[in-house]
């Protein structure tokens, strides 16, 4: 083996085995197939790498349009175990769900596929306030409907996401004739909502965010809540006042917070926060985390030390919103114009670690981790690629909706471990 294709050789080989892959032999990496995996493992490693991957109008525009074309870009696809089915491998375990919208569960494909890999669904964008109920005397059901009835037919959950979230509330919640509207009008309005939405799907929604993302980072206050027009009318007896309505609308459903945190400071405040609302009695059975993680990662310590304290106040946890992107958390559409968004192998190996080590500290915490949901079914509804502006590839099947390598190690693990 010539000096040169022992380096590509030497750089490849983390990289497969963070893939929970098995990586090539010595010896044969360039010329005969490897003892261990066959002649493809040995082939496809190099090669991609070799090419410099190049950006294909085509793959941007399927990631953009939703049209699934077989991607060049995928560096290890022939390596995944396409027999794979997830919620298969976690049915021991919790539901592995995913979110979906109307057009998802409606297109014939993506719908067997859907139901083939995941036991849960969680409506994306079509049962949040400002969707659903765009105006005071209209909802708008036919979209969440379609997801509800497909996750009927399908025997899969459903999370309800979200009752209330103001970032996502229409505008009418807020005003009364030009004025701000006053505290009994805002919560008269909050309780038809809650009631109307809860008892439409009544015994068909197992669990709802009823609240989200409204404890405000570290920084920005010292009261719980964001300075947000639900707090400005209410201050922050909003917050135990929508959870004791939509307990009373369906007490059989899951009531859940859910946040996202990356640091142990916004982590501490909304632990806090919710061991204040359970003393107090406010009806909380759980905490959605949502963990949108970038490909800079998250720490495993702050992930399982979370769940346990969490787990203190008693209450149970869930992984909402699981991706890794292929850029930094932080990253910004102006941040990554000039990045590449080749998705090499490297990245892949990346994302392969950080997706294995949220699935294992969710097993090691099985009963007090009660799902876990990805933000996309699959790299092709991505909602990344609009935001920032470029390829992404940050969910577990790729753009044509086929495992990808780090599924191998997702689902291929000892019991208890
Ligand atoms: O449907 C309209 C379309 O008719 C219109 O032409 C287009 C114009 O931009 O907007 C479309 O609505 C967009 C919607 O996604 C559907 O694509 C909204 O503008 C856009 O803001 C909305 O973004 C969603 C975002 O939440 C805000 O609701 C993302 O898809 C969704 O992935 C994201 O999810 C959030 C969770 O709910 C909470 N946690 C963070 C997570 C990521 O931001």
Same mark, same amino acid.
Request: proline share 3%.
């Given at each position: 083996m010539n000096s040169l294709s022992k380096l590509k050789f030497l750089c490849v080989v983390p990289t497969f085995l963070s893939l929970g892959l098995l990586a090539p032999s010595c010896d044969n990496a360039n010329s005969a197939p490897s003892q261990t995996t066959g002649n493809t493992v040995a082939k496809t490693a190099i090669a991609p790498r070799d090419t410099g991957l190049v950006q294909t109008a085509a793959d941007t525009d399927a990631q953009k349009t939703g049209t699934a074309t077989q991607s060049p870009n995928y560096p290890a696809a022939d390596m995944a175990d396409t027999t794979v089915q997830l919620k298969r491998a976690y049915r021991n375990y919790f539901p592995i769900g995913t979110a979906v919208d109307s057009k998802m569960v409606t297109d014939p494909r993506t719908? &067997?596929? /859907?139901?083939?890999?995941y036991s849960s669904v969680t409506?994306?964008?079509?049962?949040?306030? *400002?969707?659903?109920?765009?105006?005071?005397?209209?909802y708008k059901w036919a979209p969440a409907d379609k997801i509800v009835n497909f996750a009927v037919q399908n025997g899969l959950k459903v999370r309800g996401h979200c009752l209330v979230w103001f970032y996502r509330m229409p505008?009418?919640?807020?005003?009364?004739?030009?004025?701000?509207?006053?505290?009994?009008?805002?919560?008269?309005?909050?309780? &038809?909502? /809650?009631?109307?939405?809860m008892?439409?799907?009544?015994?068909?929604?197992?669990?709802?965010? *009823?609240?989200?993302?409204t404890v405000a980072k570290t920084t920005e206050t010292t009261q719980y809540s964001r300075i947000d027009t639900l707090y400005k009318i209410?201050?922050?007896?909003?917050?135990?006042?929508?959870?004791?309505?939509?307990r009373k609308a369906d007490p059989s459903a899951k009531l859940f917070y859910n946040d996202t945190f990356y640091d142990e400071a916004k982590r501490d405040k909304i632990y806090a926060f919710l061991k204040e609302m359970k003393a107090k009695g406010v009806p909380i059975d759980g905490v959605g985390i949502q963990c949108h993680i970038g490909i800079d990662g998250m720490s495993e310590e702050?992930?399982?030390?979370?769940?346990?304290m969490f787990a203190k106040l008693g209450l149970e946890v869930q992984i909402t919103e699981l991706d890794v992107s292929i850029f930094n958390r932080e990253a910004k559409a102006k941040?990554?114009?000039?990045?590449?968004?080749?998705?090499t192998i490297d990245k892949e190996g990346k994302q392969s670690d950080i997706f294995n080590?949220?699935?294992?500290v969710c097993r090691q915490r099985k009963g007090v981790v009660t799902g876990i949901t990805t933000w996309a079914p699959a790299d092709i509804n991505n909602y990344l690629t609009k935001r920032l502006g470029k390829r992404n590839y940050p969910n577990l099947f790729d753009n044509n909706l086929k495992p990808k390598p780090m599924l191998r190690k997702i689902t291929d693990f000892k019991a208890g471990q």
């Open positions: 719908a &067997s596929f /859907i139901a083939k890999q409506p994306v964008n079509d049962m949040k306030p *400002v969707n659903i109920h765009p105006s005071e005397n209209v505008h009418w919640f807020f005003w009364d004739n030009g004025q701000l509207a006053s505290k009994e009008l805002l919560y008269s309005r909050l309780d &038809s909502h /809650i009631n109307t939405v008892s439409r799907y009544k015994g068909k929604v197992y669990a709802y965010d *009823v609240l989200n993302e209410a201050g922050e007896d909003y917050i135990e006042h929508v959870f004791r309505t939509a702050l992930l399982s030390n979370s769940i346990d941040t990554v114009a000039n990045d590449s968004d080749d998705y080590m949220v699935f294992k």
